[in-house]
């Protein structure tokens, strides 16, 4: 059976949650929030929708197998350390783009931490992802078993 | 030309790794192809006989681990020289008797990978100056002689043994490393040749004992002398070119080689010199007792060698200026012969199908010159004249007629040893040809080997034979050089001319005693053949390879016995285990750092604060006493919200905010495998109950006392401050957590992410074990 009004409300609160997670990782570097919070936050997003419509759903949302998630994360975060030794500094040395502003935003900085936080939030959205979705497996097999 | 250290080692690498391509295309013609890269090295070596005659060491050196005292050093002296020839000149010939002893085999590319590795870690090692460099290429040596004496990996017998000597010589290896670290902190230098230099140094130190001790595990290890002998004849387990290296100028020469390197510095006190000659004289009488009741042509080999092994480590024992010189040209004229006689060997043995000594007979004529060889090189090891094998024997005895007092045992014991390897040489080298020719018992149709089967024995033989009569050549660029090498001392012309030893006097007249004797044994070979099963059964439990498997099986046992009782499969386990250790080290830890020594500022707590504590206590004894799964779940709840509001209300909210959510996701993550979960009740007995609920409380007591004794220490504000100052100028960044996270120290995050997605992985593999037990039950 299934709970029409969570359904619902997961409709709306899942793209709400995920751009509040994209907002939480940008402004990381200033205010509280970054990659690691961030994808906390867009994990909760999907399991909302996993728990009120089914699995398969959150998994059709996600569109990528949350190891490939995972392993891509692990690239992003490592090619941001690459730039820093092209000018013969240490690896994971920080690199910046001059600022230019937005509206919005307004002055915004680019440079290669935030893209190891995206790493970092594509990880852990994949390790959550992952072990839930398993987790969830497990818990259905039983439910079948019991039958 | 310091260049050639590094191009020899670079030469038989490179053909290492072409090998397995190579044999691809050309099958076993290969071999002569490869074998150019021993020669090459050996040609490279050879032209530098003069300059190293002539009293100069050539040295090559680049940084390695410049930090920690190290360096990739190679030095070519009078010994390594010596040894360097033997090990390529030697080695060149194995590789191409192996092309046709192993022609055919499936995995040759394979075998002369391994054959040419292992030879390429021989050479370094005994180039190697820096002595943990030494240590990296002994290491190699053991690694590759493993795979090599496994080749045969499909036999359960042959593998046991490869790891047999592994385990052995690589224990052996870790005393070894211990001692050279004592070396280096004692002398400040891992350089061979400084350290040669500081022998007064080494001998005034308190650490003396240990060092010697330690040292010479590794190469008594490695060189099996007893009580670790045991490794070498089970080694025979490998294709026999692989014996006929390992076993003659290599592997086990290796042990020797190192007393040899350090004597130098090492040798000049009683321990040294009385631990050499007592353990290097009972390897020499075990393994000829043992040897003479052997029926396999190549154990009897294996056995002569460790024979050869003792009289070498007695003779660097006894050290004088005699002993030395025979030890060299005993090395020399054992790698030329032992080489040839397990090559021999080998050739009978694919050619007839069996290596047993008591069926082989009359082969001269169908394999006249495995025969021609194989009798050259058994007469050179019985040390008959104007074979080379005389003159170290000659040396010997010179030696040994200069002891006096209690110490002439070392002679006597050096004269039946002798006298025994002669029979021994004689029953494998000699016996198969001669006598009533009885072709029908022999499995196959006997006939001469390939020519790559006897090229390499036949020159061996032949050179043992011409620098025995003109020892000259050998004599100052070879022998005196590494003499001076051992000794330490300058190099000393030295007349080894045949006609200077033939005169009438003692060592001459043993000489003869051995000869007599040597063919009183051969000629009663079958005496001791009829008893052999008997005796080697009889004194099996109490050797000392019954030792090696009862500690063997003591270590498996002790293994599983502390698996069973640690590694349980219960979580429950794991976490009182884990709990326990911490608790044991923290109580230490705080116990050493002045035990319950704090003050609590209790003016500092306000009074909301005290409230959520007590809140959060409430909830966590709900937690603990709970009886059912939700409520546990809810009180857990209670005090991880708890934990994120006190982070908030310091002022940490990147805390808060990542615990909040952790939380939520617990409890959703909960939620899946509550049903899976036995009830709460069931799970453990009323004592395990008391025995955690003590164990928890230590340990929350401990962490109480670990926050309290912290806060009370006066912490160095530099770093954070520094932190917080340089995130905006230098890091854009105005969230000191989140640039110190992403930017100061990213790569240590790096590290965290990748174990997230590793526990990942964990998880995932655990659950799907869980879902196919599910399925299966259901089916």
């Given at each position: 059976m299934k709970y029409f009004i969570l359904i619902q409300a997961s409709r709306l609160l899942f793209p709400a949650l995920l751009v509040l997670s994209l907002i939480v990782l940008y402004r990381g570097h200033n205010l509280p929030g970054g990659g690691f919070i961030g994808g906390l936050l867009a994990a909760t997003a999907f399991i909302l929708v996993g728990l009120s419509d089914s699995m398969e759903r959150a998994k059709a949302l996600l569109r990528i197998e949350p190891v490939k998630l995972m392993a891509l994360g692990l690239v992003v975060a490592i090619i941001s350390g690459l730039p820093g030794m092209l000018r013969g500094?240490?690896?994971?040395t920080g690199e910046w783009l001059p600022g230019f502003s937005l509206p919005l935003l307004g002055k915004v900085h680019l440079g290669t931490p935030l893209v190891f936080d995206v790493g970092v939030y594509m990880v852990v959205i994949g390790f959550v992802l992952h072990t839930t979705f398993s987790l969830a497996q497990l818990a259905y097999t039983q439910t079948e078993d019991d039958e | 030309m310091p260049t050639i250290l590094i191009l020899s080692l670079a030469v038989i690498s490179i053909a290492a790794c072409i090998a397995p391509t190579l044999v691809r295309y050309l099958g076993g013609r290969a071999a002569w192809l490869l074998a150019l890269a021993p020669f090459a090295a050996f040609v490279m070596f050879l032209a530098q006989a003069g300059t190293i005659g002539g009293g100069e060491a050539l040295v090559y050196q680049v940084d390695w681990f410049s930090a920690l005292g190290t360096s990739f050093s190679l030095r070519l002296d009078g010994l390594s020289l010596l040894m360097a020839l033997l090990v390529t000149g030697i080695g060149g010939f194995i590789v191409i008797y192996a092309g046709g002893y192993m022609h055919g085999h499936p995995q040759l590319g394979r075998f002369f990978l391994y054959l040419l590795s292992f030879m390429g870690s021989m050479l370094g090692l005994v180039l190697s100056d820096n002595i943990i460099l030494l240590f990296v290429f002994w290491e190699l040596t053991s690694i590759t002689s493993y795979l090599l004496i496994g080749f045969n990996c499909e036999e359960k017998e042959s593998r046991w043994k490869a790891l047999q000597a592994l385990l052995v010589t690589g224990l052996g290896a870790m005393a070894m490393l211990a001692g050279f670290i004592l070396i280096g902190m004692v002398t400040g230098s891992y350089s061979l040749a400084e350290i040669n230099g500081m022998g007064d140094l080494l001998q005034a130190s308190p650490w003396y004992t240990a060092i010697v001790i330690l040292v010479l595990g590794g190469a008594f290890t490695k060189s099996a002398q007893?009580?670790?002998?045991?490794w070498l004849p089970n080694a025979m387990a490998g294709p026999t070119p692989v014996s006929a290296y390992l076993h003659s100028a290599t592997m086990v020469k290796a042990g020797i080689f190192l007393m040899a390197r350090l004597n130098p510095s090492l040798s000049g006190s009683g321990l040294w010199e009385y631990t050499l000659a007592i353990f290097g004289s009972l390897t020499l009488l075990l393994a000829m007792f043992l040897g003479l009741f052997q029926k396999d042509a190549k154990s009897i080999l294996a056995y002569t060698t460790l024979g050869v092994l003792g009289v070498l480590t007695m003779l660097l024992g006894i050290g004088s200026e005699y002993a030395i010189k025979a030890m060299v040209v005993f090395l020399i004229g054992h790698a030329l012969y032992k080489a040839t006689l397990f090559m021999v060997v080998g050739s009978i043995d694919h050619e007839t199908g069996t290596r047993d000594v008591t069926l082989l007979r009359g082969l001269r004529k169908l394999m006249p010159i495995s025969a021609l060889a194989g009798g050259l090189a058994a007469l050179s090891m019985s040390g008959l004249?104007?074979?080379f094998g005389f003159i170290g024997k000659e040396l010997i005895y010179k030696a040994g007629v200069k002891l006096s007092g209690l110490e002439l045992v070392f002679l006597a014991v050096a004269l039946v040893g002798n006298l025994v390897m002669m029979g021994l040489a004689l029953k494998a080298g000699v016996g198969p040809f001669f006598?009533?020719?009885?072709?029908?018992?022999?499995p196959k149709k006997p006939h001469e080997a390939p020519l790559a089967m006897w090229i390499g024995p036949i020159v061996l033989a032949v050179s043992g034979l011409v620098i025995g009569i003109v020892p000259f050549w050998v004599t100052e660029f070879m022998v005196s050089p590494a003499v001076a090498a051992i000794k330490g001392t300058q190099i000393q012309h030295l007349d080894l001319a045949l006609w200077n030893l033939v005169k009438p006097n003692l060592p001459l007249l043993l000489s003869g005693v051995t000869v007599l004797g040597g063919f009183f044994v051969f000629l009663n070979r079958a005496r001791f053949w009829a008893v052999s099963d008997r005796v080697l059964t009889a004194i099996r439990p109490y050797g000392a390879e019954a030792m090696y498997e009862r500690i063997f099986a003591g270590t498996i046992w002790f293994s599983k016995a502390q698996t069973r009782w640690l590694q349980t499969g219960r979580l429950h386990d794991y976490v009182f285990f884990i709990i326990l250790t911490t608790v044991l080290f923290l109580g230490w830890a705080i116990f050493s750092f002045g035990g319950l020594n704090f003050t609590i500022d209790w003016g500092s707590y306000d009074l909301l604060m005290v409230c959520l504590v007590v809140i959060m206590m409430i909830a966590a004894v709900i937690a603990v006493s709970g009886r059912s799964y939700i409520t546990v779940l809810v009180a857990l709840g209670v005090v991880g919200f708890g934990v994120a509001l006190i982070f908030a209300y310091y002022g940490a909210p990147d805390l808060a905010i990542t615990q909040l959510l952790v939380e939520m996701l617990t409890v959703v993550l909960f939620m899946f495998v509550v049903m899976r979960l036995p009830p709460l009740k069931t799970i453990s007995g009323r004592f395990t109950r008391i025995r955690d609920a003590i164990m928890a409380t230590a340990f929350g007591a401990l962490m109480t006392v670990l926050l309290l004794k912290a806060v009370n220490i006066q912490f160095d504000h530099k770093i954070s401050d520094k932190l917080a100052a340089m995130s905006y100028p230098e890091a854009k960044g105005k969230n000191v957590v989140n640039v110190i996270l992403v930017d100061f120290r990213a790569l240590d995050t790096f590290g965290e992410i990748v174990v997230i997605a590793v526990a990942a992985l964990g998880i995932a593999a655990l659950v799907a074990t869980g879902v196919k037990k599910g399925k299966a039950k259901s089916e």
């Open positions: 500094a240490p690896f994971m | 007893v009580p670790f002998h045991f004249p104007p074979f006598g009533k020719a009885n072709h029908d018992a022999l």
